[in-house]
């Protein structure tokens, strides 16, 4: 990466060689993307005045892994990138199909979570599954990726179709990137319909401070938003435009850090 504000990381777990970046200086911050994305879409709503932290989860982009996948697995990266940092704890932070994970380190590694940041949540848990909107949107990802395996990243381009040109053109560059037995693997995972948690109660256990940001579209309904706000014990809720949610997690972070 040619800019000069951003440090490559390169570490690994479980055998995988994995990717980040970080840029900034203050409270730690690792913030995690959505499906089918990579550390540069987090990066979109990195906080100002911290350190930030954005890795490409594995099976995504450069953190190349073609095998199964589990919660605990994409939970335990996040742990051995915090502990690669040299870090105690750090604020956990995930939009989309990241806040899955970021759940899932809550309550798999709650000793390195210093708050829990959560943008447009996915997952209810098992005893609530997907919506039909959410499982058709991926199922329909599932069948690009398994094609991109024979077809190539321009299997995943008609997925694009409802982005504005500009978009489009952005993330067609970025799929073009990408490992197609990656892609296939992480998209799977996903039409899979595996939950970070099984029941909502289980939330309480996150005893970290938490923002929680509603989604506002079919595939991050707002009733998966309040399964969280119903459980998670210090959570905050607001409700925030997309193009503003990096300046809600600094304002949640630095009111968490002030002296």
């Not at 040619?2 to 490559?8: A, M, P, Q, V």
Request: with cysteine; charged share 15%; glycine share 6%.
């Amino acid at each position: 990466m040619s800019d000069k504000r951003f440090t490559e990381i390169w570490y690994e777990n479980a055998g995988t060689k994995l990717f980040a970046v970080e840029a900034g200086s203050g409270p730690a911050v690792v913030l995690l993307h959505g499906g089918l994305a990579n550390h540069l879409s987090a990066q979109l709503h990195a906080p100002a005045g911290c350190r930030v932290i954005t890795p490409d989860l594995r099976g995504s982009a450069r953190s190349i892994h073609a095998d199964k996948l589990t919660w605990q697995q994409l939970a335990d990266d996040v742990a051995a990138l915090v502990r690669h940092c040299g870090l105690q704890r750090a604020v956990i932070g995930g939009i989309s199909f990241g806040t899955g994970v970021a759940t899932a380190t809550a309550l798999r590694h709650p000793h390195i979570v210093e708050a829990l940041v959560l943008l447009h949540p996915v997952y209810a848990g098992a005893e609530v599954g997907l919506t039909s909107a959410q499982q058709a949107a991926m199922n329909a990802m599932d069948a690009a990726g398994t094609r991109a395996l024979t077809e190539g990243m321009e299997a995943l381009f008609p997925l694009l179709d409802t982005l504005p040109e500009a978009l489009r053109a952005r993330a067609r560059a970025t799929f073009a990137t990408y490992d197609p037995a990656s892609v296939a693997a992480s998209t799977h995972f996903m039409a899979s319909a595996e939950q970070p948690f099984a029941t909502a109660a289980e939330l309480a256990r996150v005893t970290a401070p938490t923002l929680l940001v509603p989604g506002i579209d079919p595939y991050h309904p707002r009733e998966v938003a309040e399964v969280y706000a119903q459980h998670l014990p210090h959570r905050i809720v607001r409700e925030v435009e997309v193009e503003h949610l990096g300046s809600a997690i600094a304002d949640f972070i630095h009111a968490r850090f002030a002296v």
